[in-house]
């Protein structure tokens, strides 16, 4: 590193060579109509998705489907019971994290849902925690319930015999979209090309 | 008119370390973008664009840095462009600056990627609060984890593959001497003793947070002919090909994203690849966890679905192997973010060209280079060919 070379008037002071200025960051978020049903439902302690054409259910609803690029107007309730599809124990604890470690956040599957969430688990220890694993929505009291997916504080097991079969999305077929079989790539015909409807062709869609 | 040919005639990086504290961005930049330009015996006066690129800005806390770097990447007086994909911007912003070419429109353009994480907060900025949502989110690390844990459990690998990738490419970055990680006595104990900071995913199976850039100087087919004339020799870019999709689509494959299989079936069918396996001599993807190297090689098509494992536990994508994965170190040795994208695309092109030193794979002609980015919903990759297209 370059030696600093300071004036003989601040000659005894220490060179700063990097300052840290923290940032703080408040913002105004627009729910738009999806998010606020799906908030007003929490308010009542369920669980409400949007279903897009062809039938996928959206939890929580955004709107429109990704894929189809198409509103989803049908509200669907999903149950507050699902399964484990895949989780990660976090042991890391870092700058703004507000998290006590080790926590397993998982995603899970509510039953009537097409699309995982992430939430986390808990009332078992980390280790234990699996795929397939059945899983039921804890709330918060009556009185602390607030328009915030944190109104469900976690996850815990049902005690259910695990769904060793569990659909795991975009898993279709075992061998998943993205996969070469055969030597072959995947086409752009597996997704529904908005404008044409065409493609759409794999488990889940509604070709 | 169809595309023009574009050709690397110039490379440079860093030394990439934790900390540069020796240099400020623009110094950091600039030491990558002298050496491409020696690289390719230019002066900042001939070239005629340049295009820049980083990870999110939220991470430094500087907005548009690219603003105040223009005159130290001496582009006063002369296009400046940014470019925006997350973790695979190195490789798209690499694309952007061929397609300059290839459109006729310049003849040298000289793009930059850089990241100086010490400097971030990326796991802050990586985990930023969801309104209305729990604040389970743990960086990247978090987001990937279960992916992988999903990978491990369809394709039934078995626990030490991980590792295995983590000893390989850490043992390739002691071969570079631009790499941020030089372990001497890392072994495969080390790291399956090490930490697991995102179960399934251990400590020593991660990128590291490093400060570094990578530069490159792209030229005409006029430019690089000249240039293969004076005995440098050009790696000629054989195809280019970039995806995105859409994160929160309800089928989607988190582990082997259709985007990241349709990029390189688009970049193969341009460079007149019919088997990759075959036809491709190595490769650079981008690693920053170890189980990303079984993944990427299904979902590049250099396996199929659940082999991809097997050809790591097999040896085969060593420095020595068959078909060689992340000679450089890759992503687990070095991760200036912004530029990783870029070094694997450099790499690629130092491989054809001959110049990788030590971890140079005898005989190279034809690489890959690849980048993804985002909740893997941003995918770049290029191929580069010591034969002209």
């Known amino acids: ?207 | 008119m169809g595309k023009q040919r574009v050709a690397v005639v110039g490379i440079g990086q860093t030394k990439h370390q934790a900390t540069r504290g020796d240099v400020s961005m623009a110094g950091l930049v600039r030491e990558a973008a002298l050496r491409a330009l020696a690289d390719a015996q230019m002066t900042w006066a001939d070239i005629d664009a340049a295009v820049v690129g980083k990870a999110p800005d939220f991470f430094e806390g500087v907005m548009m840095p690219e603003l105040f770097l223009a005159d130290a990447l001496g582009c006063t007086g002369k296009p400046l462009f940014r470019v925006h994909t997350a973790g695979s911007v190195g490789g798209s912003t690499a694309i952007v600056a061929a397609q300059l070419v290839q459109a006729g429109i310049h003849e040298r353009v000289l793009t930059v990627a850089f990241e100086k994480q010490s400097e971030s907060e990326a796991m802050w900025a990586l985990s930023l609060p969801i309104p209305f949502t729990p604040p389970l989110h743990a960086g990247a690390g978090g987001y990937f984890a279960p992916h992988v844990r999903s990978y491990i459990r369809r394709a039934k690998a078995p626990d030490h593959i991980g590792i295995l990738v983590a000893l390989k490419d850490r043992q390739n970055g002691l071969k570079n001497p631009y790499a941020h990680l030089h372990e001497h006595d890392i072994s495969f104990d080390s790291i399956k003793d090490s930490l697991m900071l995102w179960d399934p995913i251990r400590y020593a199976e991660t990128c590291p947070s490093s400060d570094g850039a990578c530069a490159l100087v792209l030229g005409s087919e006029r430019v690089a002919d000249a240039a293969a004339a004076d005995g440098r020799k050009p790696a000629w870019i054989q195809g280019t090909a970039m995806r995105s999709e859409p994160t929160l689509s309800a089928e989607r494959d988190t582990v082997l994203p259709l985007g990241g299989a349709l990029c390189a079936a688009d970049v193969y069918r341009q460079a007149g690849i019919t088997n990759p396996r075959k036809d491709v001599d190595c490769v650079e993807m981008y690693v920053p966890f170890s189980w990303f190297e079984p993944m990427w090689l299904e979902n590049l098509g250099f396996a199929e679905p659940g082999e991809g494992w097997k050809l790591t536990e097999a040896g085969v994508t060593a420095l020595d192997g068959d078909l060689p994965v992340n000679m450089s170190g890759g992503v687990l040795c070095t991760n200036p973010i912004g530029a990783s994208g870029m070094l694997r695309f450099a790499e690629a092109a130092m491989q054809v060209r001959g110049t990788a030193g030590d971890h140079q794979v005898d005989g190279a002609r034809r690489a890959v280079g690849h980048a993804y980015g985002g909740g893997s919903q941003f995918f770049a990759m290029w191929v580069v060919g010591a034969d002209k297209p």
Not at chain 1, 170 to 185: K, N, Q
Request: hydrophobic fraction near 35%.
């Open chain 1, 1 to 207: 590193m370059a030696e600093i070379v300071l004036p003989p008037s601040i000659r005894d002071v220490e060179p700063v060579r990097s300052v840290r200025t923290p940032a703080q960051l408040d913002y105004e978020f627009t729910a738009g109509d999806a998010t606020t049903r799906f908030l007003n439902g929490i308010v009542n302690k369920r669980i409400i998705g949007q279903q897009a054409p062809g039938g996928r259910v959206y939890v929580p609803p955004r709107g429109a489907d990704p894929e189809l690029g198409q509103p989803t107007p049908i509200d669907v309730e999903v149950a507050q019971v699902g399964t484990v599809t895949s989780f990660c124990v976090v042991n890391l604890q870092f700058y703004g994290s507000v998290m006590e470690i080790p926590y397993v956040s998982a995603l899970i599957l509510l039953d009537g849902a097409d699309l995982s969430i992430m939430h986390l688990i808990q009332e078992i220890p980390a280790d234990q925690v699996r795929i397939g694993m059945r899983v039921e929505a804890v709330w918060r009291d009556d009185a602390d319930i607030e328009p915030t997916f944190e109104s469900v504080r976690y996850f815990r097991p049902t005690g259910e015999p695990d769904d060793v079969n569990v659909r795991i999305p975009g898993e279709g077929h075992g061998t998943g979209l993205g996969s070469w079989v055969g030597g072959v790539a995947p086409t752009e015909a597996v997704i529904r090309n908005p404008r044409t409807g065409q493609g759409g062709t794999t488990e889940g869609g509604d070709a």
